[in-house]
């Protein structure tokens, strides 16, 4: 019923710049806050940043500086912008979203903690 659906992932060189889009699509009523989490292999899932419906961010001190996290709320989207990317960057990013949607008896259902799939970083010469 719900999905959110990541892109943009992939290979850079350190110093270089992506852009991770994640989509929210279904039957959704409303989005709170949206994120980005990160999971490099053997270490935990962490925030990366996250914002509000209202715009408010917020950053892990790692990519503070380097990393800007936006959304379009029209279009239930949120944007991951990398510049200045590190080795230590690669991960698998995770989106994250807090919503609401219709459930199929055509009530409402609230999630804080809707996933993506995950898409890929790497970072490397």
């Known amino acids: 019923q719900v999905q959110l659906v990541e892109s943009g992932g992939g290979l850079m060189q350190p110093g270089g710049s992506l852009r991770l889009s994640c989509a929210a699509s279904?039957?959704?009523?409303?989005?709170?806050?949206m994120g980005w989490y990160r999971q490099a292999p053997g270490k935990q899932r962490e925030l990366v940043a996250a914002?509000?419906?209202?715009?408010?961010?917020n950053y892990a001190d790692s990519v503070k500086g380097r990393f800007t996290i936006s959304r379009d709320n029209a279009k239930n989207t949120v944007y991951l912008q990398m510049n200045s990317l590190k080795a230590e960057d690669t991960a698998v990013y995770y989106c994250?979203?807090?919503?609401?949607?219709?459930?199929?008896?055509?009530?409402?259902?609230?999630?804080?903690?809707?996933w993506g799939q995950g898409t890929q970083v790497t970072v490397s010469s």
């Open positions: 994250n979203a807090d919503l609401s949607y219709r459930t199929r008896d055509g009530g409402t259902a609230y999630t804080p903690n809707y």
């Open positions: 279904g039957s959704i009523v409303s989005v709170a806050a």
């Open positions: 914002i509000t419906s209202g715009g408010i961010t």
